[in-house]
């Protein structure tokens, strides 16, 4: 303890040298942060007794007292830099949006590469949705993401032992995130709005990798950081919070959890402490009813299925190290890294391309997102061997977490090496973490019919799978000048993956492009048609735009610019600031390139982005099945019986512009499993009503805000930001292109502000439905001519306190029709003229289906009048008259 305050006061002695000169500001502010993080480290140490109290609290004061120093050196010393190098730019935020029309997860687990049939667009369209880190200035995002760069040099130092550079290169990125900080502030010095978001991110990560330096300083047995204990407290919090689920969701749920690859319930906290439990008696070994069948590749030298310490005794035997005692299986879980993850054997390259983007996830931001998916663990969330071979592993299939039961046995060949994915180990060492994740996600996907034969998937997909955060899909546009709806324009694209990336906001993954010809693509180092994980994206100070990707091969890589062939855009200063040396590359192919943006552009089809859900305060989830007989297979003219909810939004999401992105995830079924194609085209569409909460009705209206694009991929992403009080109540509205299929849904709502998610307005409790049609003789046209009193008309009485209607009337797509309710002297008797406007009316004439207001009527007889738009028209009808109270109906009134 005595030691950690003495390197405080040698720091802050430093720090006062240095703040003394106008040229070392931001070097002694990033001393005084570096000082004060070590001060609030020894108070926490502290024994909490009264008589350490007045200690903590003297020290809890100097630290506040340091910080605003160290605020001020931020602020001169930027200011200094700014004044001769750059233009100010703290308050220089550029919008980060994306077409609302593109297609781009309260149970607390919910949180795309397929066909896709845009809709033309609605007649109202909405300003461009934002990113819920909110709009950010260009500097922000560039220096973070420099920031990032030098944190990944810094770790592969401090991996190698190398521990005076990473100390250095730690600091380096230290002063970046100070640097993005100020950014983040506006003129006054003050964060706020998007800069507040920004600025704990950036403090949490300058405290990590502050704490980084002081453990290679000090090495000491590592504790949970504040950070990462808050992290899962919080996730405890969800887990605990988590609203019962009706009856209707409990059966979508069960009927969804058998799949042709098996039965897979909802995840159990239970079940998985239960496996915790069990390390403590000695049991049997688990075995699986079954193995899962060989890929061809795999077959070929396949020995036997083994355990893991089965493996090790023939790796020692081989070795001539005799039968001594092996070593146990060891899982590295602290130094989780891509580099050492490989595919092998099976065409699972967009799941090993997810496994490894979400390992760079783990080691650049220092937070758990794989490593607790494994079970049994220890109390901090890492996997342990478990002798008797049983693993349960947690993924997403189907709307929520499932559990995924595996045994420990693993393909190997006679040498011993695994004939499945794996990671490096240390010699006389076995790492199992990545071998037991891939059975359980195949055992998921495939089952025992399937198996390690795996026909391949997309990384969108299989993101959800491993992490259940909201997946998207960014596709390029063909022709730049030409962005389609789905599509998003390429220099869009750069903004999100630049600030997504840079704040740790979201895993992204890449698919090459199909059409490049084997040839090309040898010459080029890519392989077609593949999923690569993107582990960097930056921009130099210059401009250059470069993303580090990695072939889940774990060799063969990219041959064009940027990469490690590349003799004439490198040089000392670019290869400095990205971290590499072309020259190291060369020697050891890892599969790991550098690439630029323009060449993506050109060899890359489309981005998968999975999205962190805790970038939204507010979500909520529900699960719904659509049977194939509810409304009309094409509801291109009456969307009024599809599924529907009613978003209420906050006034404070009103007055804040609030983000909102709705998910729809399509409930995999046993026919698709089985090889069956998916005809299954899926979107959402989004209205604004109001208090009333009404269904709707007309797929296309003025108040149609967004229109989604229908794709039948398992996940449908839509976007929207908050732009008019007008958006306080507003309907979702779930549609299918030409409906084929029962199916089962889970609909994700996630916004930046409160808002509450339930039914629209029941249907009135009492409804009739009459079939009619025009004839020759009753086809009279419209009102205000001379044959609409010889339309079809229906007879109706209503009682003493009138009655609230709803009438709808589904015709001929080729006729335009409307309906209206007419007073009369007495019941039975046809109107003959309208002398005011009818008390319930559908307005404009509409093809092929009219539906009216909730209006009311007052009692008296009346006369359904149903008309079309051209005299002479002839077809048959149906109408559907709902009312609040009981009614008195004639079918028809002749002539």
Known sequence: MGDLLDDVFRIL????????????????????????????????????????????????EKAKHYEKIAQNCLRTGNSLAGSSKESPCSDTRRSITTDPRSPIAKHGFFNEDSSVVPLPPPSFSPVKPQSPRFSLSALV????????????????????????????????????????????????????????????????????????????KNPKPRQPTKVHMEQRQRQQQQQRSKSSLTPEEVSVLTRSSLISSGLFLPWSDDDAQALNAELKSPMNLFRDKGDLPLADKQKKTFYKWARPSEILQLRQHLRGHGSGKTMSPVMVLGTVSPYKIKQYGVTDCSFIASLCICAAYERRFQKSLISPIVY???????????????????????????????????????????????????????????????????????????????????????????????????????????????????????????????????????SSEASISEEQANQIGLVTGHAYAC???????????????????????????????????????????????????????????????????????????????????????????????????????????????????????????????????????????????????????????????????????????????????????VRYDVTDPADEYLSIVLSQYEKSHDLSYTLSCFCTEPFTLGQPAKELPFSRSLTSSWTPSSAGGPIGKKGFYSNPMFAIEVPDGGATFQIQCLAPKTLAVNVMLVPVQSYGQRATRVTSDPPVDSGNYRHGFVVTKRQRAGAGPYALVVSAYNAGEVGTFKVKISTSVKISLIDEILS
């Open 13 to 60: 002695a430093t720090a006062t040298k240095l703040e003394d000169n106008d040229d070392t500001k931001i070097e002694a502010a990033t001393k005084y942060y570096e000082a004060i993080y070590l001060m609030r480290q020894y108070i926490q140490r502290l024994p909490a007794t009264s008589e350490q109290q007045q200690k903590r609290d003297l020290l809890e």
């Open 141 to 216: 995002n560039q220096t973070t993401s420099q920031a990032n760069a030098k944190l990944a040099t810094a770790m592969d130092a401090d991996e190698r032992g190398e521990k005076n550079a990473a100390i250095a290169t730690y600091m380096d990125a230290a002063e970046l995130y100070l640097k993005a900080m100020k950014a983040a502030e506006d003129k006054n010095g003050k964060t706020s709005g998007c800069g507040e978001n920004v600025a704990v991110v950036l403090r949490r990560r300058l405290e990590q990798t502050l704490d980084r330096v002081e453990q290679l």
């Open 376 to 510: 049994p663990q220890t109390p901090d969330g890492k996997m342990v061997y478990n002798p008797n071979g049983k693993y349960m592993v947690k993924l997403w299939l189907n709307g929520v977490a499932r559990q995924v039961v595996v045994d420990d046995r693993l393909p190997i060949d006679k040498n011993g090496n695994l004939l499945c994915a794996n990671s490096q180990s240390p010699p006389g060492q076995l790492e199992i973490y990545v071998p037991i994740i891939e059975k359980a996600f195949l055992k998921m996907a495939g089952g025992f019919d399937n198996g390690y034969n795996f026909p391949g998937s997309n990384s969108g997909v299989d993101l959800y799978a491993l992490t259940g955060w909201i997946p998207e899909r960014i596709l390029f546009p063909k022709d730049p000048n030409k962005v389609r709806d789905h599509e998003t324009s390429r220099e869009r694209a750069w903004e999100r993956l630049m600030s997504a990336h840079s704040f740790g906001d979201c895993l992204i993954t890449m």
């Open 535 to 717: 582990l960097s994206v930056m921009q130099t100070q210059n401009g250059i735009r470069l993303l580090q990707l990695k072939n889940p091969w774990a060799h063969k890589g990219w041959k064009g610019r940027y990469s490690c062939y590349d003799t004439i855009n490198w040089n000392p200063k670019i290869c400095a600031e990205v971290g590499y040396n072309p020259e190291l590359a060369k020697k050891s192919d890892d599969g790991v390139f550098w690439i630029c943006w323009d060449d993506v552009l050109v060899y890359f089809q489309n981005v998968h982005l999975s999205w962190n859900p805790d970038l939204f305060a507010y979500r909520t989830s529900t699960h719904g099945f659509w049977p194939k007989a509810l409304g009309p297979r094409d509801d291109t003219f009456n969307c009024g019986e599809n599924p529907q909810y009613a978003m209420t939004l906050s006034q404070k999401a009103i007055k804040k512009g609030a983000s909102i992105w709705i998910l729809i995830s399509r409930h995999v079924t046993k026919s698709e499993q089985e090889g069956a194609e998916v005809k299954d085209y899926l979107t959402v569409h989004l209205h604004r009503n109001d208090k009333a909460k009404e269904r709707i009705f007309y797929p296309r209206t003025k108040r149609n805000v967004l229109t989604g694009a229908y794709t039948n991929n398992p996940h449908c992403l």
